[in-house]
């Protein structure tokens, strides 16, 4: 399923939503032209589990916050931004622009926990914004679980736009990493999706939006373009 857009308004400019996209844009364009140094700037900046387990520094820190905003390709980058640009403007409608910055890096910072404790050894690179965006969408599925996502449903070679609630599009996205996650247990270690950070972002969106939501705040529910 790929979706395309929501049904919320924002009541306010997302502002971080915004600025989020732009980095993540840039940093891959700088990289892109970067030519003979991306390697170098992939082996600076990106998040390498076996260092984590060796002990946490500042330099581990560091390399968690770079890697959340590179990706490994432009499908990978597109992928992202789609799902930020669709999800991300509601929760940063919730929580404030400021809460919703530090919600967005925290997220990241769990999920790449989270891959680091399934693959404690890992040497290869980790990079993209991807365990984060799981936590907005973890954040999400609580705070707008009646919301509606405009979604294309593959039905053989063909694409068919239907609208389908976000609890559904949230839940079977959540139980398709979850699967993989599973399967990918006990496998070699040879790259591509990082499937626990998606799980382990997604779960800290949930439980973070549980308790925000528990406060008895409103909730904006207008159905309209997000």
Same mark, same amino acid.
């Given at each position: 399923?790929?979706?395309?857009?929501?049904?919320?308004?924002?009541?306010?400019?997302?502002? $971080?939503?915004?600025?989020?996209?732009?980095?993540? $844009?840039?940093?891959?364009?700088?990289?892109?032209?970067?030519?003979?140094?991306?390697?170098?700037?992939?082996?600076?900046?990106? +998040?390498?589990?076996?260092?984590?387990?060796?002990?946490?520094?500042?330099?581990?820190?560091?390399?968690?916050?770079?890697?959340? +905003?590179?990706?490994?390709?432009?499908?990978?980058?597109?992928?992202?931004?789609?799902?930020?640009?669709?999800?991300?403007?509601?929760?940063?409608?919730?929580?404030?622009?400021?809460?919703?910055?530090?919600?967005?890096?925290?997220?990241?910072?769990?999920?790449? +926990?989270?891959?680091?404790?399934?693959?404690?050894?890992?040497?290869?690179?980790? #990079?993209?914004?991807?365990?984060?965006?799981?936590?907005?969408?973890?954040?999400?599925?609580?705070?707008?679980?009646?919301?509606?996502?405009?979604?294309?449903?593959?039905?053989?070679?063909?694409?068919?736009?239907?609208?389908?609630?976000?609890? &559904? $599009?949230?839940?079977?996205?959540? &139980?398709?990493?979850?699967?993989?996650? #599973?399967?990918?247990?006990?496998?070699?270690?040879?790259?591509?999706?990082?499937?626990?950070?998606?799980?382990?972002?997604?779960?800290?969106? #949930?439980?973070?939006?549980?308790?925000?939501?528990?406060?008895?705040?409103?909730?904006?529910?207008?159905?309209?373009?997000?």
């Amino acid at each position: 399923m790929i979706p395309i857009r929501d049904e919320i308004k924002s009541h306010r400019t997302p502002l $971080v939503n915004y600025a989020l996209i732009l980095v993540n $844009v840039g940093v891959f364009l700088y990289m892109l032209l970067s030519g003979p140094q991306m390697d170098r700037l992939v082996n600076t900046y990106a +998040f390498f589990p076996y260092e984590l387990t060796s002990g946490l520094d500042l330099g581990d820190a560091r390399s968690i916050l770079t890697s959340m +905003f590179m990706h490994a390709g432009w499908m990978h980058l597109i992928g992202n931004m789609l799902y930020l640009l669709i999800f991300g403007d509601n929760v940063e409608d919730r929580l404030g622009h400021w809460g919703y910055l530090l919600f967005y890096l925290a997220g990241g910072f769990v999920a790449a +926990f989270a891959h680091t404790l399934v693959n404690p050894g890992s040497q290869i690179p980790t #990079v993209g914004a991807s365990g984060a965006i799981s936590a907005v969408l973890g954040a999400y599925l609580i705070f707008y679980p009646q919301s509606r996502v405009y979604t294309f449903v593959p039905l053989g070679f063909f694409l068919r736009l239907t609208v389908l609630p976000a609890s &559904l $599009v949230l839940i079977l996205w959540f &139980l398709l990493q979850l699967l993989s996650g #599973v399967a990918s247990i006990g496998a070699t270690d040879m790259g591509g999706t990082a499937f626990w950070a998606h799980i382990g972002g997604f779960v800290f969106g #949930v439980l973070l939006a549980l308790i925000v939501k528990q406060r008895g705040e409103p909730v904006a529910t207008e159905r309209v373009w997000g």
